[in-house]
């Protein structure tokens, strides 16, 4: 005859100790079945100003995109056109010192805002006169001027898209700089 196999489990519920036979291992199997970790709700993240581009659902919308290592990282508004003005170049100088991941949101006058695919490693490539990201075709999916007020998008594989914006040309309403660390 087969011995069974006793145990000691303490409950919740009782101060003193309980003597489980084979229905106690049952239910701990049940239990432990019944523990697997369960996704947990995105962290809504902390911004440090409002945005000017996204409005609070937005925001929360993009969080679930981001890379793990910068949830639950406060998000610090390090440039944004109406407070620092259109300049590429102060746009770099207020960036300078962050080192850490950057989310860069941008809207257009008609309102369109500019999402990334992630498909290519053709991001991004600035010098003093602009800002340009995504390629294919030999043409940028997104570039800015030095003056941070026009722009002009185009398709290209890292957006996976056609133009990014309603024309090909456009003014910029307002963009912002975040630092996600």
């Given at each position: ?26 239910e701990e199997e049940e239990e432990e079945e019944e523990a697997v970790p369960v996704p947990q709700e995105p962290v809504e993240p902390q911004l440090t100003e409002a945005s000017q581009v ?128």
């Amino acid at each position: 005859m087969k011995g069974r196999r006793w145990r000691y489990t303490q409950l919740p519920t009782q101060v003193e100790d309980t003597l489980s036979g084979e229905e106690g291992e049952k239910e701990e199997e049940e239990e432990e079945e019944e523990a697997v970790p369960v996704p947990q709700e995105p962290v809504e993240p902390q911004l440090t100003e409002a945005s000017q581009v996204l409005g609070v659902s937005e925001i929360k919308q993009l969080s679930l995109h981001l890379p793990a290592r910068v949830t639950g990282h406060p998000w610090s508004l390090v440039f944004c056109t109406s407070r620092d003005g259109f300049s590429l170049r102060r746009l770099y100088r207020q960036m300078e010192g962050h080192s850490g991941p950057t989310l860069l949101l941008l809207k257009d006058q008609d309102g369109q805002v500019f999402k990334w695919t992630g498909s290519n490693s053709f991001f991004v490539k600035g010098d003093l006169d602009s800002l340009m990201m995504g390629s294919g075709s030999g043409q940028f999916g997104l570039w800015l001027d030095g003056d941070l007020y026009h722009g002009g998008s185009y398709p290209c594989a890292t957006f996976n898209n056609e133009v990014l914006a309603r024309q090909e040309q456009f003014c910029i309403e307002e963009l912002e700089a975040w630092a996600l660390s």
